[in-house]
């Protein structure tokens, strides 16, 4: 087995049942080191070599020293493997490896786990949950909504200025109650938020608008309440 290499595996898992991938490494000297095993056909140490067959199509190797074999490596593994492995070299820097994450969105190299962020979190099966997307600190503030501070990615974020223009930047909303949302939202002080947020605070908008004219119809009699204007209250 070469030196110097990352080697993928599947460990086993859960009661035998489910597997899971492993990963250890092969230093420079040839040393072996467990980065992470579980279940039955995890491997703690190097007496365990002799069952894996690097030619199964279930082990992968990846060489730390060539930056290609370690873009690769991001592009096939989930990215909480990726962090865990960053986290490693970094906990471990007698190792001497220049290791890396690539953010999801820009591409670009992240050599700290400190600058990475994990998001689009959802569940894998039992009471495990992964992520989807790497980010660098930039690209997760860009895509981060200024009112909820939820990360919804760029794209998903409305472009609101103080020209009463919104929609990406575009034109205002169709809807009455959006646009007074976007109005609201600028006046706090806000200016890239995500339509959730928008349609929250138009909702809310328009329930203080339906209450207030509510209470005049009832107190004034107008507008009368089987008038269109009161339509909205008998729908």
Partial sequence: MNNNILVQYQGGGYSGCYWEWNFFYIDKDGQFHDIFSSGRAGIKDKSGLYVLDLSDDDVFTYSVTNKEDIKTFN???????????????????????????????????????????????????GIMSTADVLLCQECHMNGTCGCCNEYVTQKELIYLDNEDKWNQGLERFENEYKNKAAISILEDGLSDVCIG???????????????????????????????????????
């Fill in 197 to 235: 947020c928008v349609d929250w605070r138009a909702e809310q908008i328009e329930q203080d608008d339906h209450k207030d004219l509510l209470f005049q119809s009832l107190a004034t009699g107008k507008p009368d309440m089987f008038s269109d204007e009161m339509r909205w209250f008998w729908v």
């Fill in 75 to 125: 592009k096939e593994c989930n990215v909480v493997h990726i962090t865990g492995i960053l986290q490693w070299f970094e906990d471990n820097p007698q190792e001497d490896v220049e290791f890396f994450a690539v953010c999801s969105e820009c591409g670009e190299d992240i050599t700290a786990c400190e600058e990475i962020t994990l998001e689009q979190w959802h569940g894998c099966g």
